[in-house]
């Protein structure tokens, strides 16, 4: 497979947005986690447009040197015949282009901007920081409230001073991180906190809802923080490649200081350090020649270095968007790499609520311990509420006289004792209300819910044995049996792939036959869920 042939996800993402284009809202976001590729989402989207747009051109708005770059190289790898004009600074390439890629400080001059004429899609990289003014007016000027399609790209929908929802209608599509990690796209990510007893993050003020940088860079080094990541990162992470963010320019400098001194290869990366010096810089890091990159806040976007399996967080922050951002560094897969290591900075004690490992993902998976993975963490989470709902509901009665038999009974989280027939039909049993009496019950696509002719509530071992007779007749005895020889394998990529797209967690070391399960459960629960069953 060509390595920007679009992955199942970046193809539904961009379905979702032409969708939703076609349903009449403009300007739309697609949310991926970091490493997930957006660039090659849009660069694929720009292509499949451009026969659409009745001659006129596509526009990537990018803010960094080093996303115009990539951008443009992308849609290069896409479409070789494509005509990519990149306009930035001196740079005014965009008379004959198909495609062009702009800084928006360049499209922040008018007469810069008036001259770009013919857009007829407009695609943001980075779009969280779409709220700024600067960005509104560059948006206006081409259209994006006035009907021409525009698709923001972000691993992120948070900003700190707010507005987003001035910009954006509608996030079209949004990939959840867990599910990356589950199909192989990212590393899983474990997580270890260096708490420094002289750190006093209460004395650092907040502004614009995140603890002031200079402040923080100051309380990091009066505290000997930095002499703790040094002795943090040769005990837990001495064979990673790796990256420090921190809050100054001086506390980079400091940190790679304490780095060397402790006998790691580090080196310091900032914003206005000479682009010829930092290129070199970051060469030597993707060479191997330096194993730790230290920097202030440039690495956060734009940087790519898979090889990268440690992220250090010493620049602790109020943002889940910002955390996202540079642990997100560390998680695209590499040879070789298993995993890869996140180290927070913490105080001793603190008033301030810290982003974590868990803000990686929307979902609700509880507080990580340290060693476990973001994954282990999410699978332990939903086994115990598994187990919860269970707990609830089911009587131990039941619950054994279900468990020994040779019959594959499943049970929806509603309580409802089901068979799996085929894909189209399952039987179930119906409580009587205020008895301990059930009455038999068919479901199938064609037909929805239908009794038996003989339509009698029975106790609970005639009901269970009388479907049992039923699922016999009606199914092979491979698709209701307990002791299945299948069941015992390796679930298929198309069972993971259903259950990724149904937002069921897949716990590790499930086989085909306990994965098969939570489908059903999943499947059968809508089915039940939607329906008014009368009174039995």
Same mark, same amino acid.
């Given at each position: ?320 968007? $910002?955390?996202?951002?540079? *642990?997100? !560094?560390? /998680? %695209?897969? @590499?040879? &070789?790499?298993?995993?890869?290591? #996140? ?57 054994? $006289?279900?468990?020994?038999? *040779?019959? !594959?009974? /499943? %049970?929806? @989280?509603? &309580?409802?004792?089901?068979?799996? #027939? ?64 299948? !069941? ?49």
């Amino acid at each position: 497979m060509n390595a920007f042939t679009p992955r199942p996800y970046q193809r539904e993402a961009i379905d979702a947005l032409r969708a939703g284009w076609a349903a009449g809202q403009n300007r739309l976001a697609v949310v991926l986690p970091t490493g997930a590729g957006k660039t090659v989402v849009f660069s694929h989207l720009a292509h499949q447009m451009l026969d659409s747009l009745g001659g006129r051109r596509a526009l990537v708005i990018a803010h960094r040197e080093e996303l115009i770059e990539q951008a443009a190289a992308k849609l290069l790898a896409v479409d070789p015949m494509l005509r990519v004009g990149i306009v930035k600074a001196e740079r005014d390439d965009h008379h004959d282009a198909d495609v062009i890629v702009a800084s928006v400080q360049t499209l922040a001059v008018a007469k810069r901007r008036e001259a770009i004429r013919d857009i007829g899609l407009v695609i943001v990289d980075e779009c969280h920081h779409a709220a700024a003014r600067t960005y509104m007016e560059v948006l206006a000027h081409f259209g994006a409230w006035d009907g021409v399609p525009v698709a923001g790209f972000t691993a992120t929908m948070t900003r700190t001073d707010g507005g987003l929802a001035e910009v954006w209608q509608d996030v079209a599509y949004r990939l959840d991180i867990l599910d990356m990690i589950s199909d192989g796209y990212l590393c899983d990510v474990r997580g270890k906190r260096i708490t420094v007893d002289t750190l006093d993050l209460d004395r650092v003020k907040t502004r614009n809802g995140d603890l002031v940088d200079g402040q923080l860079g100051q309380a990091l080094e009066d505290s000997g923080a930095l002499d703790a990541i040094a002795k943090a990162y040769v005990d837990h992470a001495a064979d990673r490649p790796g990256v420090v963010f921190t809050p100054t320019v001086a506390t980079a400098q400091a940190a790679a200081a304490a780095l060397e001194a402790a006998g790691i290869s580090a080196a310091p990366v900032w914003g206005d350090m000479g682009r010829d010096e930092r290129r070199a810089t970051l060469a030597r890091y993707s060479a191997g020649d330096v194993q730790v990159l230290t920097n202030c806040m440039v690495l956060t976007e734009g940087f790519d270095a898979p090889h990268t399996s440690c992220a250090v967080i010493a620049r602790p922050t109020k943002s889940p968007g $910002l955390y996202v951002q540079m *642990a997100g !560094r560390a /998680l %695209r897969p @590499a040879p &070789g790499k298993d995993d890869a290591l #996140l180290l927070d900075v913490m105080g001793a004690s603190t008033r301030h609520k810290l982003a974590s490992m868990v803000d990686l993902t929307a979902r609700e998976i509880g507080q990580p311990t340290d060693g476990r993975s973001l994954r282990e963490v999410a699978e332990q989470h939903a086994a115990a509420e598994h187990h919860r709902v269970l707990a609830a509901r089911v009587e131990a009665e039941e619950f054994n $006289l279900f468990g020994s038999s *040779a019959i !594959r009974w /499943l %049970r929806t @989280a509603e &309580g409802v004792w089901f068979i799996r #027939l085929t894909s189209d039909q399952f039987l179930f049993l119906q409580r009587d209300a205020g008895t301990r009496l059930y009455r038999m019950r068919r479901w199938t696509q064609a037909h929805g819910v239908h009794p038996p002719k003989d339509d009698v509530a029975r106790p609970l071992p005639e009901a269970l044995a009388w479907l049992e007779q039923q699922a016999k007749v009606l199914a092979p005895s491979a698709f209701v049996a307990r002791q299945a020889r299948w !069941r015992s394998g390796t679930p298929s990529p198309k069972q993971l792939g259903l259950c990724r797209r149904l937002g069921i967690a897949v716990p590790r070391g499930a086989s085909a036959g306990d994965v098969a399960d939570l489908i059903d459960q999943d499947r059968v629960g809508r089915v039940l869920g939607q329906l008014i069953l009368p009174a039995a």
